[in-house]
C-alpha cells in the first residue's frame, strides 16, 4: 500500500472498528511502522492507548498476528473487547492453560480458515512444541510481545519465559516483524528488551512518562487505619484502591474499613477465581467504594475514573509504584496519589529477599534503595519518577500536583559541597555507591571504609557536622540533576557523568532541598486502640449524663448500665448522629446502639445543628483483625458452658486479661451467660445481695463495690464476674 492508501485505510478502521475520530499520541506513526514491516518498540504510559497499535494493524494485515501476554485474565478481557467491536468471535481468540481440547480445536480451526487476525498466546504455551508446530502452518502477520519489560529482571515482575520468546518467533518463519511494547521501562529494562529480543534495528516509539493529572504524597506511616480510614471518608462517592503488601494486612484493612462503614472489598490471589471475578465486577459497577488488594489487582482493569490510590505499604520498586498509581485518573480527572511510608517497612521488605539468589537479592536491593531514596527526598516526586524512567522534569512543570512541591522547603548552598563530594567520588576512583560516600563523609568506619583504609584519608568524616540528612539530599540530588550516575550493572556504583567532571572544574552555584523529617511511625498494632483526639465538649456531656439519669429512672438500672462514662466522653468528641455511628463508639455495640441509643442520637443531632458543630469526619477507628477474633471465641467457648481459666489458658492469656475481654463484650452489648460457673463459685445469696448492691449503685467502681459490701466477705474477682452477669442481663 503506499503511505496515502495506508492513512484512508487506517481512518477508516479506527472509526469503522473502534468508534474513535482520531488517534491519541504516537498512535498513528507506531501502526504505520508495524504496516510497513518494521520492527517496532513502544514505551508508552498505562492509558496511553498501546493495545490499539497492534490490535488496528493485526486487523489490516494479511494473516494472523500472534500477541504475547503474561496474564490469563488480560487477554480475555482483550479478546472479548475485540469480539464485541468485530462482531463475531472467530476474529480474535486466546490460546492458554485455561482451554479444553474441544476449544483448543475451535481455537485452531478458525486460526486455519484465515477468520483470526489476532491470537493471545501465554508465554509458556508458546515455547510448547505442539503449538510451535501449528503456528508454523499459518501466516503470521507479525508478533506483538506485550508487557515486553517481563523479559528484564529489572522489571518490576520478571518472567523467565520470556527470554525464550526470541528463540520461538525465530522457528516461525523468517523475517517476522516483532513489536515490543511496555508500559514501563526504565532505560535498563529498554536495553534488555532490545537485547533479549534483537531488535537493534527497532524504530523506538517513547512517549513522556507524565501523568500531570496525578498528585502524588508520601506520608509517614502513623495511625494508618485511621489516616486511610479519614481519607476516603473526605472524598466520598468516589472509588480508589488500597494496596498492601500481604494477603493478611489485605484482609485486615478491609475489615476494618467495613466496620468504619466503607464499603470495601478484598482482592488477593490466595481468592477463588469467582470471588476474584465479582469482586471486579463489583467494582467496576460501582458496588463497592474501595478494593484492597495486594499488587495482583488491576492489571487489565480498565476502570477510568479510579479517583485515588493508596499505599498502605511502600512498595517493592518505583515501577510497581509508578504502576499502580498510573491506576488512578485514566480519564484524565481527579487521582491522588497516597503512599505511607515507614523504615520498619523497609525492613520487612528487606527480609523477604534475603532467601533468595545473591544476584537476585542484589538486584532487589537496588530497586529497593530507589523506593526509599523517593520516599525520603524532598525533591517534587514528578521529577523523581521521571528521572527514574529516564526523562528529564523541570519540576516547575509540576504545577505544585505533589506534596514536596507544595510543602514548605529548607534550602541549602550546594556549590561547595557537591564540588567536594564530587571530587572524593573521583578520587576514589568512581568505584563506591551513595552508602560509602555518605558514610566516608559522615566519619563512620564501616567494615568497607575500614577495608580500603578510608578512614586513613584526610578527608574522612569531613562532613560529619553538616548531618547525615543533607548528605543524603545532596547526593540524591547530584544524581537527579546528572551530575552524577549510578552504574546500574555494577552494584549502583556512582560515577561522574560529564556534567559532574565539568562541575568540578568550574563550580557554579546551586541550590539543593534538604530532606524534611519522616517522624517514626507508633506501632501498627496500636492502630485504632486510641480514640479520637478531638477536644471533649464539656456542655453536652453534661446534657448527654442528665439524659442518661432520666432513663436510667425509667427504667430503675443504675446510669452505668446505659452508656458508662468513656462511651459518652466519646460521644462528645465525636458526635455520632446515627445508630450506625453510635456503634463505632467504644463500648456500644450493636444491642446497646439499638436498646439505648435513639434518644442519646436525638439529642446529639439536634445539639450539633443548633451549634453549628463541625463534625469531624473519622469516628473512632473500631479495629476487628486479631482482637475481635479472640472475642468471638471467647463467646463461643462460653456458650459451650467452658470455665474461663480453661479458655485463658487454651488463648495463652491470663485470667486478668480474659475478664478484661468479657467486660468489654458485655460492656459493648453482647448478652453472656456465665451463670454455669459463677453459681459454682458464689451461692445464690450472696449473688442476690451484689446484685441489689448494683441496683442501687450510684458509680460503676469495683473498689467502692468492695468497700461498701466488705472485702472480708467478697473478693474482687467475684464482684468483677457480679457485674459481669449484672450488665449482661440488664443492660445487654
Ligand atoms: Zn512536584
Redo the contacts with the bound molecule.
Keep these: 500500500m503506499r503511505t496515502m492508501e495506508i492513512k484512508k485505510s487506517l481512518f477508516d478502521n479506527l472509526q469503522n472498528f473502534f468508534g474513535f475520530d482520531n488517534f491519541k499520541g504516537e498512535q498513528e506513526a507506531i501502526i504505520t511502522n508495524i504496516l510497513q514491516k518494521k520492527d517496532t518498540f513502544v514505551i508508552m504510559p498505562t492509558g496511553g492507548g498501546k493495545s490499539i497499535c497492534y490490535q488496528l494493524p493485526a486487523l489490516m494485515s494479511e494473516g494472523t498476528a500472534v500477541v504475547i501476554s503474561p496474564l490469563i485474565a488480560l487477554m480475555k478481557n482483550q479478546v472479548d473487547q475485540l469480539r464485541a467491536f468485530g462482531g463475531t468471535d472467530s476474529i480474535a481468540h486466546f490460546l492458554n492453560s485455561s482451554l479444553n481440547k474441544a476449544e483448543i480445536t475451535k481455537v485452531k480451526q478458525d486460526v486455519l480458515s484465515g477468520e483470526t487476525k489476532l491470537l493471545y498466546v501465554a508465554p509458556e504455551s508458546l515455547s510448547k512444541a505442539e503449538n510451535i508446530d501449528f503456528l508454523r502452518l499459518i501466516t503470521v502477520s507479525f508478533v506483538a510481545v506485550d508487557e515486553a519489560h517481563c523479559i528484564s529482571e529489572w522489571g518490576h515482575d520478571f518472567r523467565p519465559e520470556y527470554r525464550k520468546i526470541r528463540q520461538v518467533i525465530s522457528n516461525l518463519g523468517e523475517n517476522i516483524p516483532i513489536i515490543a511494547l511496555t508500559a514501563t521501562a526504565t532505560p535498563k529494562v529498554q536495553q534488555d528488551i532490545i537485547k533479549n529480543l534483537q531488535m537493534n534495528k527497532a524504530t523506538l516509539f517513547k512517549s513522556s512518562f507524565n501523568r500531570s493529572n496525578l498528585f502524588y504524597e508520601v506520608r509517614p506511616k502513623r495511625n494508618i487505619l485511621k489516616e486511610i480510614i479519614r481519607f476516603i471518608k473526605s472524598h466520598p462517592s468516589k472509588t480508589g484502591i488500597v494496596y498492601c503488601l500481604s494477603r493478611k494486612k489485605v484482609e485486615e484493612v478491609a475489615e476494618a474499613l467495613n466496620l468504619n462503614g466503607i464499603k470495601a472489598l478484598p482482592y488477593h490471589a490466595g481468592l477463588e477465581p469467582k470471588v476474584r471475578a465479582d469482586t471486579q465486577d463489583k467494582f467496576l459497577m460501582e458496588d463497592v467504594e474501595v478494593i484492597v488488594a495486594t499488587i495482583a489487582f488491576g492489571m487489565g482493569i480498565d476502570k477510568p475514573d479510579v479517583r485515588y490510590v493508596i499505599h498502605h505499604d511502600i512498595p517493592k520498586s518505583m515501577e510497581g509504584y509508578y504502576q499502580e498509581t498510573g491506576r488512578a485518573g485514566r480519564d484524565g480527572g481527579e487521582g491522588v496519589c497516597v503512599a505511607f511510608y515507614a523504615e520498619k517497612d523497609i525492613d520487612k521488605l528487606a527480609k523477604f529477599m534475603k532467601d533468595k539468589p545473591v544476584s537476585e537479592r542484589e538486584i532487589g536491593t537496588q530497586i529497593l534503595k530507589e523506593v526509599i531514596d523517593y520516599a525520603e527526598s524532598s525533591v517534587?516526586?514528578?521529577?523523581q519518577i521521571l528521572h527514574y524512567f529516564g526523562e528529564n522534569f523541570n519540576?516547575a512543570g509540576?504545577g505544585?500536583?505533589?506534596d514536596?512541591?507544595r510543602a514548605q522547603k529548607t534550602h541549602f548552598d550546594g556549590a561547595e559541597k557537591l564540588q567536594h563530594t564530587l571530587q572524593v567520588i573521583g578520587a576514589l576512583g568512581e568505584k563506591f555507591d551513595d552508602h560509602h560516600i555518605i558514610s566516608f563523609m559522615m566519619g563512620e568506619e564501616t567494615p568497607q571504609i575500614v577495608a580500603y583504609d578510608h578512614n586513613k584519608l584526610p578527608e574522612f568524616g569531613g562532613g560529619k557536622e553538616d548531618g547525615l540528612t543533607l548528605w543524603k539530599s545532596l547526593l540524591r540530588q547530584a544524581l537527579l540533576n546528572n551530575y552524577i550516575s549510578k552504574d546500574i550493572d555494577s552494584y549502583g556504583l556512582l560515577r561522574l557523568t560529564k556534567s559532574g567532571k565539568a562541575f568540578i572544574e568550574s563550580p557554579h552555584s546551586v541550590r539543593f532541598v534538604l530532606n524534611r523529617q519522616m517522624e517514626a511511625g507508633e506501632d501498627e498494632q496500636e492502630d485504632g486502640g486510641q480514640q479520637g483526639g478531638g477536644t471533649l465538649d464539656t456542655e453536652l456531656l453534661k446534657m448527654l449524663k442528665e439524659l442518661r439519669k432520666k432513663i436510667a429512672k425509667q427504667k430503675s438500672l443504675p446510669p452505668f448500665v446505659i452508656f458508662q462514662d468513656p462511651s459518652l466522653d466519646e460521644m462528645c468528641t465525636h458526635y455520632p448522629v446515627s445508630v450506625d455511628e453510635l456503634k463505632q463508639i467504644q463500648g456500644v455495640g450493636a444491642g446497646k446502639a439499638m436498646k439505648f441509643g435513639a434518644p442519646f442520637i436525638e439529642l446529639i443531632k439536634k445539639y450539633v445543628e443548633e451549634n453549628d458543630i463541625d463534625r469531624p469526619i473519622d469516628l473512632v477507628i473500631k479495629s476487628a483483625a486479631n482482637k475481635s477474633a479472640l472475642k468471638v471465641s471467647i463467646i463461643q467457648n462460653i456458650d459451650r458452658k467452658i470455665a474461663l481459666e480453661d479458655i485463658a489458658s487454651a488463648k495463652g492469656i491470663t485470667y486478668e486479661d480474659i475478664i478484661r475481654e468479657v467486660e468489654s463484650i458485655v460492656n459493648s452489648g453482647t448478652k453472656l451467660n456465665l451463670n454455669y460457673y459463677i453459681d459454682e463459685m458464689i451461692d445464690e445469696d450472696r449473688q442476690d445481695e451484689v446484685f441489689d448492691y448494683f441496683r442501687s449503685a450510684e458509680v460503676d467502681s469495683i473498689d467502692e463495690a468492695l468497700k461498701e459490701l466488705g472485702s472480708d466477705e467478697y473478693s474482687i474477682e467475684e464482684l468483677q464476674l457480679m457485674r459481669i452477669k449484672f450488665l449482661s442481663e440488664l443492660g445487654n
Design positions: 517534587c516526586r514528578r521529577k519540576e509540576c505544585e500536583m505533589c514536596n512541591c
